[in-house]
């Protein structure tokens, strides 16, 4: 990838939660969730759907603010950043539906990101725009029209967009929902080659088995609430886990 490695046994906190809640007109959505992600690590988060899931990286991204709780990003409170400084501060997010700017080509879909995300003008972007779209295997569809890309094409530039504002966490939100077995398969494996170039991440998915094959580690959600948090098969074992997620009885 176009990410520099990083050491993923430094033990360094990348980002901390702490206390994190949202409520809207009184009804909670996330309570009082804690949990730590290292440096190059990825973790997995799986919850029902109304799990709180999405609220959660919206807090984390800015898009919304927090009811009480803090978060930080290597130490830095963001509380009080708007979304555009904490994607300045190395903070990249894919949404479950694809956003990209649909009468620009995916070239320039990746040059807005490169430009106002890592903060480069637009020559020195190309470079890294490049690198980037070869790496998502779009560079064929380049000059391509966002909004006439496939379903499979539209997901690889919502990820090829965060990744052109060179983050330091990535947050996935269920990018490989709506896709075959072998799209999926695709998609892992390029999110493997993100993993494996040092890039933090947290990735929220409902394809189960497309998580455990590149997730570190697991924390599932339920009504809100934080209910595990470990490795990965250590978490689908849980009972608890596994009546909230699966439905099925301990």
């Keep these: 990838m176009a990410v520099e490695p990083r050491d993923r046994a430094s033990g360094a906190v990348l980002l901390s939660a702490r206390g994190v809640s949202k409520s809207f007109a009184g009804l909670h959505v996330i309570k009082n969730v804690d949990f730590d992600v290292g440096v190059g690590e990825v973790l997995g988060v799986l919850g029902p759907n109304g799990a709180g899931k999405t609220t959660l990286f919206n807090l984390i991204s800015g898009d919304l603010g927090l009811s009480s709780g803090q978060i930080a990003l290597a130490g830095r409170p963001l509380s009080k950043l708007p979304a555009h400084r904490r994607a300045a501060l190395g903070i990249g997010r894919t949404y ?5 700017y649909g009468a620009m080509t995916a070239f320039e879909n990746l040059l807005v990101s490169a430009m106002f995300s890592a903060g480069k003008s637009e020559r020195d972007s190309y470079r890294t725009c490049l690198a980037v779209l070869e790496d998502c295997g779009l560079s064929s569809r380049a000059n391509r029209p966002a909004g006439a890309l496939t379903l499979l094409d539209r997901k690889r530039l919502e990820l090829a967009r965060a990744l052109a504002g060179e983050p330091k966490l990535l947050l996935l939100d269920e990018i490989a929902g709506g896709l075959t077995d072998e799209e ?5 494996s390029l999110i493997r080659k993100i993993q494996h170039s040092g890039v933090t991440i947290i990735w929220i998915e409902h394809v189960v088995h497309a998580l455990m094959a590149v997730a570190d580690r697991m924390m599932v959600l339920d009504f809100g609430s934080k209910i595990a948090d470990g490795k990965p098969g250590d ?3 849980d009972p608890e886990v596994r009546r909230a997620y699966m439905g099925i009885e301990a």
Excluded: S
């Design 96 to 100: 479950q539906i694809p956003r990209p």
């Design 184 to 188: 999926a398969a695709d998609l892992v």
């Design 235 to 237: 978490v689908m074992a």
